[in-house]
């Protein structure tokens, strides 16, 4: 699943995988792969990432310092830069580019606590999805927020904060994100 550095770091994970008591789990000193993540066929893993629960299409790549949570999907032939958090309940379908630093969300009202005041658990609140259609590209350092539909291939500018659905083949950008204009060709979306 991952490419270990040394024969020393394949020790060291093991003993760490062991003493934390967690079986099945792929770690070393790099990486930390839970044993219930689904990887497609030649699916490139950078070092320093944390998946557990996600699963993963062919041929995509996965950069360096990413988190893939539970419930979380990545389709195939996509890229995921670096430094990028994939939420709970987030879908990216095919041939989506995910820029470096990309933040999504999966709840409209954070909060620490329960109304008797202890540390909130699963049972306090739902998972709002979100959906990253096919071809999309999601510029570095954006934010998407909850139950939001990134349409094909849309494009979502650097630096966006996305608050609400984005049509197919939009470009947006800003925050909030607005519509700047639509992209009108095939190869217009393929090079835009």
């Given amino acids: 699943m991952c490419r270990v550095a040394s024969s020393q770091n394949a ?40 998946l557990y629960g996600c699963e993963i299409g062919e041929e995509t790549k996965i950069g360096a310092f990413v988190e893939i949570q539970k419930n979380a999907s990545v389709g195939k032939c996509c890229k995921v830069s670096s ?13 989506v580019f995910i820029g470096h630093g990309v933040t999504f ?17 699963e049972g306090d609140w739902k998972v709002e999805p979100t959906v990253i259609k096919n071809g999309a590209s999601i510029g570095s350092g954006a934010t998407i927020l909850s139950n939001i539909v990134v ?14 659905d984005v049509p197919p083949n939009a470009i947006v950008a800003g925050n909030p994100a607005k519509i700047l204009r639509f992209i009108e060709d095939t190869k217009e979306s393929h090079n835009a």
């Fill in 83 to 95: 430094h990028t958090f994939v939420c709970e309940g987030v879908v990216i379908e095919d041939h």
């Fill in 105 to 121: 969300t999966n709840d409209s009202y954070p909060r620490a606590t329960n109304e008797e005041g202890s540390l909130q658990t």
């Fill in 151 to 164: 349409g094909t291939n849309a494009i979502v500018g650097a630096g966006s904060v996305v608050t609400k």
């Fill in 11 to 50: 020790r060291i994970g093991e003993r760490f995988a062991q003493q934390a008591g967690i079986p099945g789990l792929l770690m070393n000193s790099y990486n930390c792969i839970s044993s219930d993540v689904k990887l497609g066929k030649n699916v490139r893993l950078s070092n320093f990432i944390n």
